[in-house]
């Protein structure tokens, strides 16, 4: 045989020669095996040498494979344990190391003289030729099982296996490698675990925890909570009230509801693994958070009433049974029902408590009393009568003309005047069929949840509903409605004892309630009987109640309750949802009276029944990908007519009982609404809303476009939203409950996407603290320029899509590189190119205040920022990076801010600062462009203080549940180190949010663009904040002789638009010559751009070579547009004079004219109208009307 094995792929003989083949480590000592014994060949023998060649190899397989033959999933494999019972020590020591070698760097493997594979000649002469092919599949088997299982050794790839979809406490398991690790060649794997194979939350028996199948679990438990109470005590009576026909309606529609109802929770529990808490895990999970919470609270206080109510029916029992002995405690009514009942439920406290393994065997003797006492009683009917007694109390045996009375309804009132109908008996024997849950409920504790609930529930509601039908059959052909007792009535063969007026007799289906036990065989077997059905369903419910009720604390939807979260033992059993269940029954058995209980249990389970209807049918309805159950038969119309049923059902039982019920959903639904708590499960909720948006749009597409439907739809170049928050509250303020927002943000270079995400959490935490309804969007890109037309090109769906770039003024453009300015004043020229309108804001104090805060939002440090690798830094460097930030040498912007002067803090001056390694990273902005290194996209900006560490991880959840009022600013922003900002410095941030009371706004609307420049202050003036501001409206006038006929002309189209205006005002003069104190005023602004062209030729330079670099003016530049210049000189000298004192001046963008006007000149121009002057909005529209007159 050959001393190689081939990773070809066929059989040996059909395999071409090749020239080099992969060996395993000493392979060829494997020869060894052969009918010859050892052979010749050089190396150290493998697993099979010596003594032990016939046991290695199947040895090997016996211990990584399965009964079956397949490979375990444990990756645990030790073959070092293996190797020494099978080989030579210096055998051993060749082969661990190439074991040891996958942990060592590929410069040491190959250092090493012995490696996991050799590669040789295909031409090398074999030792042993003439092997058998049995001997080559042993050998080819072994080599299959022991280096199959180390295939994760030869890649970074993972295999599928489950621990890689597996959540655990709600956190991703970190099994797969990330893409980051797989796509970047240089960044190491983290070290990845795997549970040992008899950990697996979702299996069986979990380190000695009790677990349960679906006979055990769910079938017992069904049947002896739905036999319950009902079956001795009532079902006679419902017999006697509705007759045969109307009883079995009543059972078949009680039925239908509870089928419904298990098929949809049947769907719903094969979609995926079912946790803990039953009905409120599986509609939370579902509905979401809101309608599984509200159920959950619900149907938690439905099952502790329903344990007093079938508490009550065993002391209703055992007083019957005392009563025969004429015994009595009190009063032998209510009172002794309070007595027995309190005690009854303190036994069953105790037995719960104790554990749920002793609970599941008194569940099993109680079924096995149970069927004994069915059978006793059906075995009974067919004796019949066993005395003269039996007959005068009603039971006459199987009797035609019987049977043929009791076959309609004979409905009466009862004593207490009561009248009773269909669904008044229907409300009281509805709860007989409430056990359906009752194996749903203990969903944590039973060993698959998707295959034992719709096994058990399924053929638990076939059998009680056959045995309920059955037993009708047996009451209404064998038992009377009416019957005196009295023997002497039965006289010479009289029946005289069937004729007494209703309310008169004490005996027959209206009025006894031990019907059954007179029909049954033995009697004391019927009183066993009852009371092993009322206690097991009492138990059931006292199970219920608190395995829901913790799963519900768990989660903390609702304040004050996680206290009953703890749980003890193995099982984590809630004792203390045990005593609260024990107390609620306790002061519902103090009631006494069963049938006043039986309608508010009705509309509970009822609505429970509902939710998880209507939960399959609105996942059926969304469509999720995820929604793949492996039950098949069910169907969402059938769930939608389940839910719709239960409604009505609800109400014909009794309207206000449902009424209450419906407030009580609706107030827990809106608590849990209000609260949003932090849980994300994927519900059909989400789905659903994700359906609707994408139908919406794909609507919104088909809609023409109409002036009076025109929104402004903004993209605003604000960076990180809390680096410019004035910013971002202006762009809000047009766009709130009326269009779309959208934060721009524009990174130089590439990052890593944990850095991205990292940003856009942030980004969406200070949305959701500030309120503001918008998105955050993200690009990376060469420079400012290149991100910001990605941005405006692919921000947007469909008709979604900005139509207003928002931009802050560069107040640095005189100081600032001139390839910034120059691509700060492309924007505009591209946004134009786009036909998008234009608007720049200027504030006094400046936009960009990542210095200015602190770390409000408690996020990560410096150190907790996750990187970017750059190209030609290895994984190594990275954390060594980390460790140097980690270690105090990072700074963040709060930090550095401290050291620096409120007066000395310039915004160039921060960006070329930085500590240590670690350079400061600014959000790409409009207000002050700064453009970042290529090893700078590192960090972020205005990160928070690395003092502040300890809040790093309180981030998204302290924020939801913070106390403070959202209009205190105080608790908006906060200064480094979270120390509380100047009175002055909050009424900057929030000018544009805070009310005002008296404000005026000045529009300047100088050119007709469409009507943007005069719309946008119209909707500020509609805001809340705004709504008591004046409008000012200036315009230039044409000719200043028709300056009263321009200006009636004006102020009609202003009616004509229908907004409102405090002041009109035209300026006839504009073309008249600025102040010389204006033109100095501008010369002093662009004196360091302008380049004559005697410097020109000194300088070699032409105006080919300016155009390269269009920052500087030329005197042909000047002259061009001498008179615009002068023009916004002498508009400078009438703001200056009509605007100073005013809130906000909104005044149309002069238009930035291609090839005319430079870069500098520009910026000059707005400099002149801006400078000095209170909040300033440039507004450009795209020439296309935005307001209409028409109606």
């Known amino acids: 045989m050959s001393d190689t094995i081939s990773f070809e792929l066929g059989s040996a003989a059909d395999r071409p020669p090749n020239r080099f083949q992969v060996n395993p480590v000493n392979g060829n000592s494997r020869k060894s095996q052969g009918p010859d014994g050892p052979g010749s060949g050089s190396g150290s023998g493998a697993v099979g040498q010596g003594g032990h060649g016939d046991d290695g190899p199947h040895e090997v397989y016996r211990r990584l494979t399965n009964a079956d033959g397949e490979l375990l999933e444990d990756d645990t494999f030790d073959a070092t344990q293996m190797l020494n019972q099978h080989q030579p020590r210096q055998q051993r020591q060749s082969i661990k190391s190439s074991f040891r070698d996958k942990d060592k760097p590929s410069r040491f493997k190959d250092l090493q003289t012995t490696t996991r594979f050799q590669v040789d000649p295909q031409n090398e002469e074999s030792d042993e030729s003439n092997d058998s092919q049995e001997e080559r599949e042993l050998l080819d088997n072994e080599y299959d099982t022991k280096y199959g299982k180390s295939f994760r050794h030869f890649t970074r790839e993972a295999l599928p296996r489950l621990d890689n979809y597996r959540n655990m406490m709600s956190i991703q398991a970190a099994y797969r490698p990330t893409l980051d690790e797989l796509h970047n060649a240089t960044l190491v794997g983290k070290n990845t675990h795997s549970l040992t194979r008899n950990q697996d939350p979702e299996s069986g028996i979990l380190n000695g925890v009790l677990k349960f199948g679906w006979i055990k679990g769910v079938l017992v438990r069904c049947l002896l909570n739905i036999w319950g109470v009902m079956l001795f005590l009532r079902l006679s009576w419902v017999v006697g009230q509705a007759g045969v026909i109307e009883g079995f309606v009543l059972i078949l529609t009680t039925t239908a509801v509870t089928t419904i109802t298990a098929l949809s929770m049947s769907a719903i529990s094969t979609n995926g693994v079912i946790k803990g808490g039953g009905t409120y895990y599986m509609i939370s999970r579902s509905l979401g958070p809101e309608f599984g919470g509200s159920i959950g609270l619900i149907f938690s206080l439905a099952n502790a009433v329903a344990c007093a109510m079938y508490v009550v029916g065993f002391c209703e029992s055992m007083l019957a049974m005392m009563a025969t002995f004429e015994w009595e405690i009190i009063d032998g009514g209510v009172q002794d029902v309070r007595i027995i009942g309190c005690i009854t439920i303190l036994l069953l406290l105790i037995i719960v408590v104790v554990g749920m393994e002793w609970e599941a065997k008194a569940q099993i003797g109680l079924l096995i009393i149970l069927l004994v006492a069915i059978g006793d009683f059906v075995i009974g009917s067919f004796i019949g009568p066993k005395s003269e007694w039996e007959v005068a109390k009603g039971f006459l045996g199987y009797n035609a003309t019987l049977f043929k009375n009791n076959l309609f309804p004979d409905y009466r009132p009862e004593k207490s005047g009561i009248q009773h109908d269909f669904f008044s008996v229907f409300a009281i024997f509805f709860p007989a069929a409430t056990g359906i849950l009752a194996g749903a409920n203990i969903s944590g504790d039973l060993k698959d949840p998707s295959k034992s609930i719709p096994k058990g529930t399924i053929l638990a509601i076939i059998i009680t509903t056959g045995t309920y039908l059955i037993m009708v059959l047996q009451c209404g052909a064998t038992v009377a409605r009416d019957a005196t007792g009295n023997v002497t009535d039965m006289v010479n063969g009289s029946f005289a004892f069937l004729d007494c007026q209703p309310g008169e007799c004490n005996y027959g289906l209206q009025n006894s309630f031990q019907v059954i036990e007179l029909v049954s065989g033995f009697g004391p077997l019927i009183y066993a009987g009852c009371y092993a059905a009322t206690l097991s369903s009492a138990l059931a419910s006292l199970v219920s109640a608190p395995k829901v009720f913790q799963a519900l604390c768990k989660d903390e939807l609702y304040p004050k309750i996680v206290w009953f979260a703890k749980g003890y033992g193995k099982n984590n059993e809630p004792v203390r949802g045990y005593v609260l269940t024990f107390i609620i029954a306790s002061a519902f058995i103090l009631i006494g009276e069963l049938n006043l209980i039986a309608p508010l249990i009705s509309n509970f389970f009822l609505a429970a029944y509902m939710l998880i209807n209507f939960s399959t049918f609105h996942a059926s309805l969304a469509k999720p990908v995820g929604w793949r159950p492996t039950f098949k038969y069910y169907n969402m119309w059938l769930s939608l007519l389940g839910a719709i049923l239960c409604v009505a059902v609800m109400f014909l039982i009794s309207w206000a009982t449902a009424l209450i019920t419906f407030a009580a959903v609706l107030a827990l639904y809106l608590i849990v609404a209000y609260r949003k708590p932090d849980v994300n499960w994927g519900s059909t909720t989400q789905a659903q809303t994700y359906k609707n948006a994408l139908m919406s749009v794909q609507q919104l597409n088909n809609v023409e476009e109409h002036v009076k439907n025109y929104r402004p739809q903004i993209l605003v170049l604000s960076g990180l939203p809390n680096t410019r928050p004035v910013l971002v509250d202006l762009a809000y303020m047009l766009t709130k409950n009326l269009s779309l927002l959208v934060c721009g943000h524009v990174l130089r270079g590439s990052s890593s996407q944990k850095y991205r995400t990292y940003l856009q959490e942030r980004a969406a935490n200070w949305f959701r603290k500030h309120r503001v309804k918008g998105f955050y969007a993200l690009v990376d890109g060469e420079d400012f320029e ?15 899509k900005p139509n207003i770039i928002l931009m802050g003024y560069k107040t640095d453009w005189q100081t600032c590189d001139h390839k910034e300015l120059d691509q700060y004043f492309n924007v505009m020229h591209k946004a134009l190119d786009m036909y998008l309108s234009v608007a720049i804001l200027r504030v006094p104090q400046g936009l960009d205040c990542s210095q200015l805060l602190g770390s409000q939002d408690g996020w990560k ?8 690798l750059q190209p030609n830094e290895s994984s190594g460097d990275l954390q060594a990076v980390d460790s140097s930030a980690r270690n105090g040498l990072g700074g963040s912007i709060d930090s550095l801010s401290r050291n620096v002067s409120q007066e000395d803090r310039n915004r160039n001056q921060l960006l070329q600062s930085e500590q240590s390694s ?47 009022k959202h209009d205190d600013p105080a608790s908006l922003y906060k200064g480094p180190g979270g120390v509380e900002l100047p009175k002055e410095v909050l009424s900057d941030l929030t000018q544009f949010t805070r009310k005002r009371s008296h404000a005026v706004i000045d529009v300047w609307w100088l050119y007709d663009d469409g009507g943007l420049t005069l719309l946008l202050p119209y909707i500020i003036s509609t805001r809340r904040t705004w709504q008591s501001c004046k409008l000012r409206v200036y315009a230039l006038a044409n000719k200043k002789a028709e300056l009263e006929f321009e200006q009636r002309s004006m102020a009609s189209l202003l009616s004509k638009f229908r907004i409102d205006y405090s002041d009109l005002t035209l300026i006839p003069d504009i073309t008249k010559k600025p102040l010389e104190t204006s033109t100095q005023f501008f010369n002093e602004l662009i004196k360091d751009f302008v380049v004559t062209e005697k410097e020109g030729e000194n300088g070699n330079s032409s105006r080919a070579t300016l155009n390269e670099d269009d920052v500087h003016i030329t005197d042909d530049d000047l002259l061009a547009v001498q008179d615009k210049t002068n023009r916004y000189l002498r508009l400078r000298e009438y703001l200056r004079e009509q605007s100073t004192k005013s809130d906000l001046v909104v005044m149309t963008l002069p238009m930035p004219r291609k090839n005319i006007v430079s870069a500098p000149l520009y910026m000059a121009w707005l400099e002149s109208l801006s400078r000095d002057m209170p909040p300033f909005l440039f507004v450009r529209g795209n020439q296309t009307s935005v307001l209409t007159f028409y109606s």
């Open 786 to 800: 290149s991100g910001t037309r990605a941005l405006m090109q692919a921000s947007g769906i469909g008709k979604l």
């Open 861 to 868: 440090t410096a150190s907790d920022v996750p990187r970017t």
């Open 918 to 964: 670690l350079k400061i990273v600014k959000s790409s902005s409009t207000s002050d462009l700064s453009f970042i290194a290529g090893n700078q996209s590192k960090d972020v900006s205005g990160m928070p203080d690395p003092l502040d560490a300890k809040t790093a991880n309180l981030v998204s959840n302290s924020l939801r549940k913070s106390k403070l």
